[in-house]
């Protein structure tokens, strides 16, 4: 089974986009499980640190418990924030530097945080093509504004809004289904 394999089973099995976690993944080790990152501390697939590694109970030195804590860390993060944006970003810079942003600059919270993660947050979501782009902005890219004006990143959509967009397309269907029943009568 290849590393993508494992990774997508794992976020499979604990209810995350697989998609999502391949590419945090991609983004923090280019899937390599002996890769260590600058700071010579970052371990691995999705670089967990040792402290990181040990409060999530696995070992970053084994690919399998690898995967599995770096999946699970993306899962405590997008349980935390509710936003995977603010996931991400917490993934790379740390939870308390997002926390900080978004005390700082509340819904503008996206300036806050580091150029370098700002680009993390993009990269990964322009490559995922999911409802998480979506989320976070109509378009895959946030830029800073410019300085005086308004960053406005929406909020995450409620997992049942899909639902409620369906209901609304076959509803607007029937309507205008009646509609072109009753213009041809």
Known sequence: MSIADQIAAEAQRQGVDPSLAIEVASAESSLNPNAI????????????????????????????QNIMGGVMYLRQLLGQFGDPAKA??????????????????????????????????????????????????????ITPPVPGSVLTIPAAAPASSSGAWTTLAIAAAIVLGLGLVLSES
């Open 88 to 141: 991400l970003a917490a993934y790379n810079c740390g939870p308390t530097c997002v926390s900080n942003a978004i005390a700082q600059y509340g819904a503008n919270w996206f300036i806050g945080i580091p150029s370098g993660t700002q680009g993390y947050v993009n990269k990964i979501l322009g490559a995922v093509q999911t409802q998480y782009a979506a989320s976070m902005n109509p378009t895959p890219q």
């Open 37 to 64: 990152g600058d700071d010579g501390q970052s371990i691995g697939l999705f670089q967990l640190k040792q402290s990181t590694a040990a409060q999530l109970g696995v070992d970053p030195f084994d690919v399998a």
